[in-house]
């Protein structure tokens, strides 16, 4: 757990500070469009699955 611990630390030493920041903004940006259309199209995919089950039931 430390040589985790120590290679970490060093890695944010020897890089930029303003480097590893911009990665954890891309990283961020990313999980948020991922979420967002994760989101979407499960509503998409619930609507659809709403109508075909309704479909199925009114011809029975």
């Known amino acids: 757990m430390r040589s985790i611990k120590n290679a970490l630390k060093r890695?944010?030493?020897?890089?930029?500070?303003?480097?590893?920041?911009?990665?954890?903004?891309?990283?961020?940006?990313?999980?948020?469009?991922?979420?967002?259309?994760?989101?979407?199209?499960?509503?998409r995919t619930s609507s659809s699955f709403t109508t075909i089950a309704n479909q199925l039931g009114s011809s029975s």
């Open 11 to 43: 890695f944010l030493k020897s890089e930029d500070g303003p480097t590893a920041v911009e990665y954890a903004v891309m990283l961020s940006l990313i999980v948020v469009v991922c979420l967002t259309a994760v989101s979407t199209l499960g509503k």
